[in-house]
């Protein structure tokens, strides 16, 4: 069974500032794909940035990229120029690339802004 | 907003009732996808449905049941309702096929129990 790590439970950081926040996870197959999605105090959960297993450049969605390293089955997200509006909880998802859709969650990661 | 509908927004009831939760999914999405969120279980997946016929199970409870009907709407039906069983109930959408993979979230139904 898949499984995804999010190690730090809390993160901070300066408005304006950039932040990274950390994902491992565990699979045996080739074929995934990795999503990064936000959950703000309203916990309406919204979807990031994603990337597809097989393709060798990082995911970058505006102040949002990934780096993101097969191999060492890591996925971790950066934010940069960071917002008060980014302060939400953040999760690390991962879905086979099968006929299976359903998404695995690591179990978040707490980002405060500080102004 | 996601175009994913999910009704009630709250829901309050008692050890041992039943509860139907429903979703309406994306504009031709065709598939939908229930997920448990608890504080002692993270965000979890139950069951996804696919025009109308499941397609995969993961920790839904026997108490539990799930359908998708011939308009795509789902219901999930949770009975002989447990403490524990208090969560946010997200359902979710996608287009099945291609490489997106990407599943648009509804609001959620805060489910208590008392």
């Known amino acids: 069974a898949q499984t995804v790590t999010q190690s730090q439970p809390e993160m901070s950081v300066q408005e304006a500032e950039t932040v990274t926040l950390s994902c491992t996870y565990d699979?045996?197959?080739?074929?995934?794909?990795l999503f990064w999605y936000k959950q703000p105090p309203s916990r309406q959960m919204i979807l990031v940035i994603r990337?597809?297993?097989?393709?060798?450049q990082n995911a970058t969605e505006n102040r949002f990229s990934v780096n993101f390293q097969k191999a060492a089955k890591s996925f971790s997200l950066k934010i940069s120029d960071s917002q008060l509006g980014d302060a939400a909880m953040y999760f690390c998802?991962?879905?086979?690339?099968?006929?299976?859709?359903?998404?695995?969650f690591g179990k978040g990661t707490l980002l405060t802004v500080n102004p | 907003d996601s175009g994913v509908t999910q009704t009630p927004k709250h829901l309050i009831t008692a050890t041992g009732q039943r509860v139907t939760l429903r979703c309406s999914p994306r504009?031709?999405?065709?598939?939908v996808y229930w997920y448990q969120q608890s504080l002692d279980q993270g965000l979890q997946f139950l069951i996804q449905?696919?025009?109308?016929?499941?397609?995969a199970k993961g920790n839904i409870l026997e108490r539990f049941s799930a359908q998708q009907f011939p308009d795509l709407h789902s219901e999930l039906n949770l009975s002989s309702l447990e403490l524990g069983d208090s969560a946010l109930y997200f359902c979710?959408?996608?287009?099945?096929?291609?490489?997106?993979?990407?599943?648009?979230f509804g609001p959620g139904t805060r489910l208590t129990v008392t």
């Open positions: 990337q597809e297993a097989y393709k060798q």
């Open positions: 449905y696919y025009n109308g016929e499941e397609r």
């Open positions: 998802a991962y879905a086979n690339g099968g006929s299976n859709y359903k998404l695995t």
């Open positions: 504009s031709g999405d065709l598939s």
């Open positions: 979710a959408s996608s287009v099945v096929g291609g490489p997106l993979r990407e599943q648009y």
């Open positions: 699979t045996s197959e080739s074929d995934y794909y």
